[in-house]
């Protein structure tokens, strides 16, 4: 997909609107500004998508953002169509990425209808507040907070967008003004999490003084993120207390999201918590996609065996190689125990189906096929190099050096596991591993700093 160089950019506008000799029209501008906001959306749609993957690392990140930006910085030169052909858009029914495009660009162009019209359609329909949310995140805060201020104070969406804001910025808040928001806060459980995940984010422990009494919340999400917070800035007893808690939340499949990060956090610490985690969910033939992740996270050499096993699986054999690609660092291309792609086809399965009915995607398409046989002449001769008393990221030890390395350049799939493991030991701010690319490489930039300063 080719990108839009910031010279080219700037013929599309006054008082140069002739490119190739030829002047650019307001068809022509529409034109423009509807191809470039359907690029922004389309990126980062697939940026979403792929946050986690294990077949992208950060320097693909880094260049799904440089191309966000780049539109952005078209459609801002292209203001006042694009500001028009929001609001037009915004009479219809929208995908999540769309809102981001059209949020980005009313935040970037401060354009005051535009962004009440967005903010109105947040308001009416709630799923949208996470795409909402995530394009607070790539503007200057100056943008960011003028745009906030348009909403109702009284709001409760307000007040969960302003905390996941400020959470990405250097925003300096009075411990005086914490207080008082977390004082003034309302019973919507989706504030008590943006609430603690400020803080989280943030590495502020004012934040979550209410982490303890919301361990007995009904909602899950409400439960994990404040274990996850006494886990961070809690005492050693308490950060005991919270490994059985995450054991829970990761064993209860009614909200997939919040097992899967439960079960994440949890394996990233050594504990008998984590092993009853992998023995149960090795007998759950419904969540054997987390079983397999689950292995990848404990970080030890003891899981390759179990892993080995699903290489000459159809449903599992790209899955279990990415997992032992993130225990080992060794890759099926690179180290020769790749095979021809396979056939996922079920000749068991119900064939009374429509047959023009659409097949469900694959997950896990774009991964290499493992051969098991290869894999397993290749662990013979390599398995002295990973002793069975030391915990792996990537094929090294999971200590600080590797930690930041894999933050730096590393697969997207194993970040989350690295920005968690380093802010626990630390118990300082989490690695925001999920914001665009330019906060990363500020952070990353600190990072470097404190580790060789």
């Known amino acids: 997909m080719g990108g839009l160089r910031m010279n080219d950019a700037d013929a599309f506008c006054e008082p140069n609107p002739w490119v190739g000799g030829v002047r650019l029209t307001a068809e022509s501008r529409s034109t423009l500004a509807s191809h470039y906001l359907d690029r922004l ?226 394996l990233t610490v050594t504990c008998n918590e984590g092993r009853e985690l992998i023995d149960a969910l090795e007998t759950d033939t419904d969540r054997q996609r987390l079983y397999l992740q689950a292995l990848g996270w404990t970080g030890e050499p003891a899981a390759i065996p179990r892993l080995s096993e699903r290489l000459d699986d159809p449903r599992d054999a790209r899955l279990a190689a990415a997992v032992i690609n993130a225990l080992l660092g060794t890759h099926p291309v690179r180290d020769g125990w790749q095979t021809e792609a396979q056939s996922q086809s079920d000749p068991s399965g119900d064939l009374s189906e429509a047959e023009d009915a659409l097949p469900p995607p694959d997950p896990d398409a774009g991964l290499p096929w493992p051969d098991r046989e290869r894999f397993s002449q290749w662990w013979h001769n390599q398995r002295h190099n990973w002793p069975e008393n030391q915990r792996y990221l990537g094929g090294r030890p999971r200590e600080h050096a590797t930690l930041h390395d894999i933050l730096h350049q590393g697969v997207l799939a194993w970040r989350p596991q690295a920005a968690w493991h380093l802010q626990i030991v630390q118990r300082g701010r989490r690695f925001p591993w999920q914001a665009p690319t330019p906060h990363q490489k500020h952070h990353l930039a600190n990072c470097a700093e404190r580790l060789h300063g």
């Not at 389309?42 to 077949?55: A, D, G, V």
């Not at 800035?233 to 439960?262: H, I, K, Y």
Request: hydrophobic letters at 45%.
């Open 41 to 266: 959306a389309l990126t980062w749609r697939r940026r979403s998508k792929q946050i986690t993957s294990y077949h992208h690392d950060f320097s693909d990140l880094l260049e799904w953002d440089s191309r966000i930006l780049i539109y952005l910085d078209a459609l801002t030169l292209l203001e006042d169509q694009i500001c028009q052909e929001g609001l037009e858009r915004l009479d219809a029914p929208l995908l999540d990425e769309e809102l981001f495009a059209l949020t980005l660009v009313a935040l970037r162009t401060r354009d005051i209808p535009l962004s009440q019209a967005c903010i109105g359609l947040v308001q009416a329909i709630p799923r949208l507040i996470g795409p909402y949310a995530a394009a607070l995140t790539w503007v200057r805060w100056v943008d960011c907070e003028a745009h906030l201020k348009l909403w109702p104070k009284d709001n409760d969406h307000y007040l969960k967008l302003y905390l996941a804001a400020s959470a990405h910025y250097p925003v300096v808040i009075s411990p005086q003004s914490i207080q008082h928001w977390v004082a003034s806060l309302t019973p919507d459980p989706q504030v008590g999490i943006a609430t603690l995940r400020c803080g989280i984010l943030r590495g502020e422990a004012e934040w979550t003084t209410h982490a303890q009494e919301w361990l007995d919340a009904d909602h899950s999400g409400l439960r994990l993120a404040a274990a996850e917070a006494l886990i961070v800035f809690g005492s050693t007893q308490a950060r005991r207390d919270m490994l059985p808690v995450l054991r829970d939340l990761a064993l209860d499949p009614r909200d997939p999201a919040v097992s899967e990060n439960a079960a994440r956090k949890l």
